[in-house]
Antibody, heavy 118, light 111 residues
């Protein structure tokens, strides 16, 4: 059974960098698929942040591209998200997910709430 | 303002059939990109319900079905049950924006 689990600080200061990691179990990242991050501000809808292929090739939401870095560590079977210069608008539940080539996410982590506050 | 437009809410009585629309444009649904649907129960992560317009993952009841016509897609839920009460989101790719986009979500209330 494929499982994903997000981890990282739940509180980030404005202008700092948000860093999250997604640990994958039950499936080897090196075997294929894309691996992605999606966020959901409290009470609002879903927003795609970006995807990374096991080779390291990345695809980012153009509106976040200047601040986002997604990387993969196949040796640890995990992938990571870094979002720089955060503001209150970046406060959200962040989900990691396995992404098919057709773009759908078939396995999701439970999500991690990130608050932005000084 | 979402690129994919969904009604904010729909409702139906147990046993009834409801549909949720997802209206896009020629740069996403109308361009032939697949539409995916997710169900999000309160306080939980989204769950894949329909992929590539009309395919169901293993374990999803056949009460859930998807279709597409022109620049719009629809999710139909038949024989409505209390546990179907949730938020539903559509997703597709937009070639003009070069990004995966979600609809704004639809809250389904089972009366």
């Amino acid at each position: 059974q494929v499982q994903l689990h997000e981890s990282g600080p739940g509180l980030v200061k404005p202008s700092d960098t948000l860093s999250l990691t997604c640990a994958v179990s039950g499936y080897s990242i090196s075997s294929g698929y894309y691996w992605g991050w999606i966020r959901q501000p409290p009470g609002k809808g879903l927003e795609w942040i970006g995807n990374v292929f096991h080779s390291g090739k990345t695809y980012y939401n153009p509106s976040l591209k200047s601040r986002v870095t997604i990387s993969v560590d196949t040796s640890k079977n995990q992938f990571s998200l870094k979002l720089s210069d955060v503001t209150a608008a970046d406060a959200a539940v962040y989900y990691c997910a396995r992404v098919d080539n057709s773009g759908y996410s078939d396995y999701w982590g439970q999500g991690i709430l990130v608050t932005v506050s000084s | 303002q979402s690129v994919l437009t969904q009604p904010p809410s729909v409702s139906g009585a147990p046993g009834q059939r409801v549909t949720i629309s997802c209206t896009g444009s020629s740069s996403n649904i109308g361009a032939g990109y697949g539409v995916h649907w997710y169900q999000q129960l309160p306080g939980t992560a989204p769950k894949l319900l329909i992929y590539v317009t009309s395919s169901r993952p293993s374990g999803v009841p056949d009460r859930f079905s998807g279709s597409k016509s022109g620049t719009s897609a629809s999710l139909a839920i038949s024989s409505l049950q209390a546990e179907d009460e949730a938020d539903y989101y559509c997703q597709s790719y937009d070639s003009s924006l070069s990004e995966w986009v979600f609809g704004g979500g639809t809250k389904l209330t089972v009366l």
